[in-house]
């Protein structure tokens, strides 16, 4: 257990100063992609306390992303920018506000049931807004300015500039990681696991499991929201694709290549899983054939993900 | 004799067609142990978890200090007072021992926002967690439940359900494929938590209910055959006829 979450200490670390010095590097291209994937890997993070931790295959988790887009477009004046402060707890609020009514009603289910119907209320949100005049409908919605960060009539960064926004995200991306962790590692934490590895038996023990389980949809909503608020603000264009089957699908996907219950591992999973489409659609046309060949293996070869790679199984909990 | 803390009348489970459990009446008393025992597929089980809210009873009344808590939801009867252990060892494998028991002492706590603390700093869990583990003498509590023997895993079961701070304990077969030094250990250690728990014990090994049980159940096709003292059911024909001579030492 020491020896794992020292190496997984210095990974972080390695990692973050990786991520910090990359701009001194890398053009402006790259910082966007960087950014976006950083964005994902929050994303992918907050599902991670869901499907790693608390053992919810949420087939939905996109409504809240979308939820915290959307929220940031109608925060934003049409020719004017919004507060960054004001703006983006505003728009945590709303996809946590969104997780706690969808979480009433999912969460009586579980297991298949629990995916299915999670997709379903995605699906609702997903066609109400391809309807809805008021959101933009099927064409979606621009941001045309991206929120201020003046605090007191002084402007410390602009998000207009790439460098700016990166270092942002990656600020956001450090203090996901940091909330998520000491949650794990919180009787509440604990708790969350007992649930995953056996709910029956926490409710025997005298647990209010649905408690328990609406609290983590909460607070995982309201970190998508904010990965889905920082989507929206890099490219100011928001669809409703972003609370589509695809994107649910997609950060599903990173949460188990990259390890599940891990953190570091959907992390791992956002980036492997975006630069490799980005470099074999680079190469060929056909790039979801070699995407598809290389997810099956690391299936079979990988059972614990990418991250698992870097962990003992004894250490797994605990 | 003291007064019952959980009663038991006329309980009932219908599985469509199928009564498993079938007027049933019982009650448990603190500093006893009220043994039930009967062929497979008695009801025995069942019967716990009615007691334990795992499924809520077709009719009849559970009463904990005067209070129906028949349908309660399992957790809010556990917070209760009420813990049960299972027939087959149900724990939290990928945790240690002592997480296992943390976890139970945890259950029976109101936090609010300390759930938020470090589950390592929760040192008063950790003292509870403890206690119920020296209490059934399971040594080295760091190691993973996974790794426990066969025997271990039980006393680690019983351990989580001392670790809730109940006053009734529901025990189903916790003997079950022990050797036979650890059974008697087992034994010994249901006869000293009697002491201040009221005790259900389901059990067939009929030499340990018979030697450490205070009251005993026969139970056949749902319904109670007797209920009585243990001597007053070795002398009962009805009961020698239906079970015990049929199939008396059946594991």
């Not at chain 2, 087992?186 to 005790?199: C, E, G, I, S, T």
């Amino acid at each position: 257990m020491n020896a794992n979450s020292n190496l997984e200490r210095m990974l972080m670390i390695g990692g973050l100063i990786l991520l910090a010095i990359f701009p001194l590097l890398a053009g402006k291209f790259y910082l966007q992609l960087f950014a976006k994937i950083m964005i994902m890997a929050i994303f992918a993070m907050s599902l991670d306390l869901l499907v790693g931790f608390t053992g919810l295959v949420s087939f939905g988790h996109a409504a809240f992303y979308g939820v915290g887009a959307y929220a940031l477009w109608l925060a934003s004046p049409k020719y004017a920018a919004t507060s960054l402060y004001l703006s983006l707890p505003l728009a945590m609020a709303a996809s946590a506000v969104a997780a706690l009514v969808i979480g009433l009603l999912v969460l009586r289910s579980s297991g298949v049931y629990f995916i299915m119907v999670t997709l379903a209320f995605a699906q609702m949100f997903f066609y109400y807004v391809t309807g809805a005049k008021w959101l933009g409908g099927s064409d979606g919605v621009y941001i045309y300015v991206k929120p201020d960060a003046a605090l007191f009539g002084w402007t410390p960064f602009s998000l207009e500039n790439a460098a700016s926004f990166y270092y942002l995200v990656l600020l956001a991306l450090a203090a996901t990681y940091l909330v998520l962790r000491l949650l794990a590692g919180s009787l509440f934490g604990h708790a969350l696991r007992g649930i995953r590895g056996n709910e029956p038996r926490m409710r025997a023990l005298g647990f209010a499991t649905f408690g328990y389980k609406l609290a983590a949809f909460v607070v995982a909503g309201s970190l998508a929201g904010l990965a889905g608020y920082l989507d929206a603000a890099q490219y100011g264009f928001v669809t409703p694709d972003f609370f589509g089957w695809r994107l649910s699908g997609v950060v599903l996907m990173m949460v188990i290549l990259g390890g599940m219950g891990t953190l570091y591992g959907p992390v791992l999973g956002a980036f492997a899983l975006v630069l490799l489409q980005d470099s074999l659609s680079d190469a060929t046309r056909h790039w979801l054939l070699p995407m598809g060949i290389f997810i099956i293996l690391a299936v079979l070869l990988l059972p614990q993900g990418i991250g698992g790679l870097l962990r003992r199984r004894e250490a797994e909990d605990g | 004799m003291a007064e019952a803390v959980l009663r038991a009348r006329d309980l009932a489970r219908h599985f469509g067609g199928l009564k498993a459990v079938d007027g049933v009446s019982l009650d448990l008393v603190p500093g006893s142990i009220h043994a039930v025992i009967g062929p497979n597929g008695a009801g025995k089980t069942t019967l716990i978890n009615l007691l334990s809210g795992d499924l809520p009873p077709s009719a009849g009344s559970i009463a904990f200090d005067g209070r129906e808590i028949a349908g309660l939801p399992p957790e809010r009867i556990a917070r209760l007072g009420i813990a049960r252990s299972y027939q087959r060892v149900n724990i939290f494998e990928r945790f240690s021992a002592l997480e296992n028991c943390r976890l139970a002492a945890q259950a029976a706590t109101r936090h609010g926002w300390r759930l938020l603390c470090p589950a390592r700093r929760a040192r008063q869990l950790d003292a509870r967690a403890e206690r119920a583990l020296a209490q059934v003498r399971l040594e080295q509590p760091a190691r993973i439940a996974a790794a426990l023997s066969h025997g271990e895993r039980r006393q680690l079961e019983i351990a989580m359900t001392l670790a809730t701070n109940p006053r009734v304990l529901l025990l189903d077969e916790p003997l079950a494929g022990m050797g036979a030094e650890e059974s008697t250990r087992m034994a010994a250690l249901v006869k000293a938590l009697a002491q201040d728990h009221a005790v259900l014990l389901v059990e067939h090994d009929m030499d340990v209910v018979f030697s450490i049980a205070d009251r005993l159940t026969v139970m056949v096709d749902g319904k109670v055959l007797a209920s009585d003292t243990p001597a007053a059911i070795r002398a009962n024909a009805a009961v020698q006829a239906a079970y015990l001579g049929s199939d008396e030492g059946a594991a």
